[in-house]
């Protein structure tokens, strides 16, 4: 089967679509000024034009091109400005027959001002039937909102607005536009939304013509590469584990799309003229962001078809690219790729695992020719800096034993491992195709690759080992070699998991493992080829770097902690592990009072936990401000000089230890892993009496930690 080209796979192009006679949206201009002033918008620049009036808004409604209205918006500047804005809903309510619902968008400024016009307005409305709901504007906690709208006391004011609202009834939630300024304030927002009990909805700031906003703004999508690692990874946890609607997700994963280079996933109800936009001057356009303003005469209809071109061009031009938050359908081309992936899943990960008929692939090497394109598995998408390090050791490894090698990585999350692999160095980073576990590509990727590495990571208690075992499968059909690569092996207590372990091993034509634990699980399941024992593939990696510890004088203890999860279940439950590492930071505090403590994270992706959410949650409960949690995601590299500079580490995730060993930085392991992993490197490294599970953390005196690291004993008062 020959590879199609891009173009046969999806176009790149929005589909044109016809439009319908009449639209069902009206979003509605009241006004162009603003009391506000935000750093994405200029409307605040402008002095006040002419504006329709209600008897005149209530006339054009009352022509028969409106007469499928259901949703009417009135937004722009400040709408709540409009002396008599309650008369312009009521307009639309008497005119249009077919209204379901009217929708505002306030900044809040003014509490005395919006709440009684927008309770008319909601009671007007309910009295008809027809809802009534709506938005109020919070970029950010505090200060941070202040900044984005340029006005002091912003936060105080929108917030006194957001919650008159919802004391008096009105549907309401927040809404907040990502900006540079604000990028690092988003999970403050969403922790002070469940505080208080307000949905947050989340929008990246577009360059809006109507708002007067050229391309050169430097807070609109101008985002650095760990400014859109965060946001990524940001808007993975809303999709997975914070907003509800459907329709809302789909428009998050298309601006996940876009942020990452590609094109937009869902469709706009200004594509297909569904919606139309209307200025305060009664002035109409094809679409709010892009569109330009047209007289709507006596023939509304034919002034609309008048310019239907400019709509085409519109849809042609922008919307591929555009990220403004309009909400629809899966647009053509994606509905397509996601048919054509459900297509080759069953050929990739349909294939049932059969153990009790396995018989084990005797070791073989592969051949140099099967080595020229490698599909590389291991779980990428979630990475921590450890798998990072790790996908940099193995694809250098055979970089250097076969020049002409090029990389397939199979990713569960392949927007962010496209970020991810920015932290390699670039020889190796040009080398790597990143696709998606299930999609075309991979079909594609997997019946052309020579063979098939599982890269470094664990072969543990997670349900994607079903996965590796069905492709390991899929290339022993084919007789190509399929290699397990420096892997830890466990823990693994569901009897599933384990089984899709040993038939990976039984599968593979060569393996080797990180530490001699796993080896002695993989020979303890009857596993009887050679299984090698190699070095943790990342600290090729770590090595090449040539940073050495130097934080001899250093004022900073830097930690690198991970919540407890179900993976490794041990004597306490991960409450208590929280509580205990939170008095232990709490006695390091006490013991070392001219340091400062630092919890930095090794994974900033919300599957498989985020460990700044995890490190704000200690540092918020012991609320000191000499413990600081950066927000910023860091390379491996910018990791390891962070570590060379501290006065001793407390490492907790796996990578860390590995890190700090490598690098020669005094350091304790916390071992979260209960004698697994952590237990298995440091014993092979001969450095065990480095390892505390959370029963020894608990206990440890500060004369062990000032032994174990070379700092002063304890200090008059310090807890034992």
């Not at 919802?166 to 536009?177: L, N």
């Not at 709509?311 to 899966?330: G, L, M, N, Q, T």
């Not at 992706?605 to 200690?618: E, S, Y």
Request: glycine letters at 8%.
């Amino acid at each position: 089967m020959n590879k199609p080209s891009r173009s046969d796979m999806q176009s790149d192009k929005a589909p044109i679509l016809p439009a319908p006679m009449k639209p069902r949206v009206i979003n509605y201009q009241v006004n162009d000024v603003c009391d506000a002033r935000c750093v994405m918008c200029n409307i605040w620049m402008r002095e006040r034009g002419p504006e329709l009036t209600p008897g005149q808004f209530a006339r054009m409604l009352s022509d028969d091109l409106f007469t499928e209205v259901k949703v009417l918006d009135i937004a722009n500047g400040e709408p709540t400005l409009k002396e008599d804005l309650d008369r312009y809903y009521e307009a639309a309510l008497d005119a249009l027959p077919n209204l379901r619902e009217g929708r505002f968008i306030t900044n809040g400024f003014s509490s005395s001002r919006a709440l009684p016009m927008l309770a008319k307005v909601h009671a007007a409305y309910a009295a008809k039937g027809v809802s009534f709901s709506g938005m109020v504007s919070i970029d950010g906690i505090g200060a941070v909102h202040d900044r984005v709208r340029g006005r002091e006391d912003a936060f105080a004011r929108a917030t006194e607005t957001l919650f008159g609202l919802r004391d008096a009834g009105i549907p309401v939630i927040a809404s907040c536009t990502i900006v540079k300024e604000n990028v690092y304030g988003l999970h403050d927002l969403l922790d002070w939304g469940a505080e208080n009990n307000i949905h947050v909805r989340f929008r990246v700031a577009e360059h809006i013509d109507r708002l007067y906003v050229d391309s050169s703004n430097a807070q609109i999508r101008s985002f650095d590469v760990q400014e859109t690692k965060h946001l990524v990874a940001f808007y993975h946890y809303l999709i997975h584990f914070y907003e509800t609607s459907e329709e809302i997700r789909r428009t998050y994963h298309s601006i996940l799309s876009l942020l990452t280079g590609d094109i937009r996933l869902v469709g706009c109800p200004y594509q297909n003229a569904t919606a139309i936009n209307i200025d305060c001057e009664g002035r109409f356009a094809h679409c709010a962001p892009r569109g330009a303003p047209h007289p709507l005469g006596h023939n509304p209809s034919l002034d609309l078809m008048r310019y239907e071109h400019e709509r085409a061009e519109i849809v042609e031009k922008h919307c591929p690219s555009c990220i403004h938050d309009y909400h629809a359908e899966w647009s053509i081309p994606e509905t397509g790729k996601r048919n054509r992936a459900e297509q080759a899943r069953p050929a990739l990960y349909g294939r049932p695992i059969a153990l009790e008929s396995m018989a084990e692939t005797p070791h073989a090497e592969a051949a140099p020719g099967s080595l020229t394109h490698i599909i590389l598995a291991g779980w990428y998408g979630t990475e921590t800096a450890g798998d990072i390090a790790i996908l940099a050791g193995i694809v250098g490894q055979y970089a250097d034993r076969h020049p002409a090698a090029r990389f397939t990585l199979l990713s569960l999350f392949p927007r962010y491992t496209a970020l991810t692999i920015h932290d390699l160095p670039d020889g190796l980073a040009k080398r790597i195709s990143v696709v998606d576990y299930v999609s075309e590509e991979a079909k594609f990727a997997a019946d052309e690759a020579g063979a098939l590495i599982m890269a470094g990571g664990p072969l543990m208690d997670i349900p994607q080992t079903e996965m590796i075992a069905s492709l390991f499968s899929y290339f022993a059909a084919r007789g190509r070699p399929r290699i397990v690569e420096g892997c830890g092996i466990g823990p693994l207590n569901v009897e599933q998991y384990k089984n899709n372990v040993i038939a990976i091993a039984r599968l593979a034509t060569q393996i080797s493992v990180r530490d001699h634990d796993s080896a002695a699980r993989l020979r303890g399941w009857g596993i009887s080829k050679p299984i090698g024992v190699r070095d943790d593939p990342a600290r090729d990696y770590v090595r090449g770097l040539g940073i050495r510890w130097q934080g001899k004088d250093s004022k900073v203890i830097r930690c690198f902690l991970r919540e407890l999860t179900s993976e490794y279940p041990q004597a306490v439950t991960s409450a208590q592990a929280e509580d205990i590492t939170a008095a232990f930071l709490q006695r390091l505090l006490e013991q070392y009072p001219d340091h400062a403590i630092e919890l930095l994270a090794m994974h900033y992706f919300p599957i498989g936990n985020d460990d700044r959410v995890f490190a704000r949650r200690l540092a918020k409960r012991i609320g000191s401000d000499r413990i600081a949690v950066p927000m910023e995601p860091m390379s491996p590299s910018e990791i390891i000089e962070r570590m060379s500079t501290a006065a001793f580490c407390v490492s907790m995730r796996f990578h860390s230890v590995v890190f700090a060993h490598t690098i020669g930085a005094p350091f304790i392991a916390v071992d979260y892993t209960a004698g697994g992993k952590i237990s298995g490197f440091l014993r092979d490294a001969g450095t065990e009496d480095r390892c505390f599970d959370f029963q020894s953390l608990e206990k440890i005196s500060m004369e062990r930690i000032g032994a174990l690291t070379s700092m002063p004993g304890t200090v008059a008062g310090a807890a034992p």
